[in-house]
């Protein structure tokens, strides 16, 4: 089990190419100047919200004592899934009208998970801050590997290897600043 503060390693002893800090930087800023618009200023958006977010199960059941057993997402629904015979899409309730779906794709033998361009680096999911204590508690107790970041933040892996976050900061705040 891992606990405790992340701290990146440099650039240099992690094999990852050395980088203009201030230029990219630079080009944070320009994005922001030219996309970001204040609040008021802001179109609505298009959307009414985020239905689910998918991902790739590799055992129903093995999914289901993670999420429902261990993190306390109550499992909503189990179905098949319309676009393979034979496959579950299963759902968790993340509170807010939110789920956490997963497909199984028995037969179709997938590789491990993989971060790739494109493809899920995390899902951060917020928890108010007496249950991400609590939560991470549980993740101790359970011999999950965690990182602690800020001491609002718990990393960790899914039995498939997908990461995940678990954040104590409010829906819409990011480090303290409102980012909605």
């Given at each position: 089990m891992t606990s405790?503060?992340?701290?990146?390693?440099?650039?240099t002893t992690t094999g990852a190419p050395e980088r203009?800090?201030?230029a990219l930087a630079a080009e944070?800023?320009?994005?922001?100047?030219r996309y970001l618009r204040p609040a008021e200023h802001r179109p609505a958006s298009s959307a009414r919200g985020l239905h689910h977010a998918a991902l790739i199960s590799s055992d129903?059941?093995?999914?289901?004592?993670?999420?429902?057993?261990?993190?306390?997402?109550?499992?909503?629904?189990?179905?098949?899934?319309?676009?393979?015979?034979g496959s579950s899409h299963f759902f968790f309730d993340l509170g807010n009208g939110n789920l956490l779906a997963f497909f199984d794709f028995p037969g179709l033998d997938l590789g491990p998970y993989a971060e790739v361009l494109g493809g899920l680096h995390h899902v951060a999911i917020s928890?108010?801050?007496?249950?991400?204590?609590?939560?991470?508690?549980?993740?101790?107790?359970?011999?999950?590997?965690?990182?602690?970041?800020?001491?609002?933040?718990?990393?960790?892996?899914?039995?498939?290897?997908a990461r995940l976050e678990l954040i104590?900061?409010?829906l819409g705040e990011m480090y303290g600043h409102r980012v909605l």
């Open positions: 405790g503060t992340y701290r990146p390693e440099p650039a203009d800090l201030a944070r800023a320009r994005l922001r100047e129903v059941e093995q999914t289901i004592r993670f999420y429902q057993g261990l993190l306390e997402f109550p499992l909503t629904e189990l179905i098949e899934n319309r676009d393979y015979p928890v108010a801050p007496d249950r991400w204590h609590h939560l991470v508690e549980r993740l101790e107790q359970a011999g999950v590997e965690h990182v602690v970041h800020s001491e609002v933040s718990v990393y960790f892996r899914d039995p498939d290897g104590a900061d409010p």
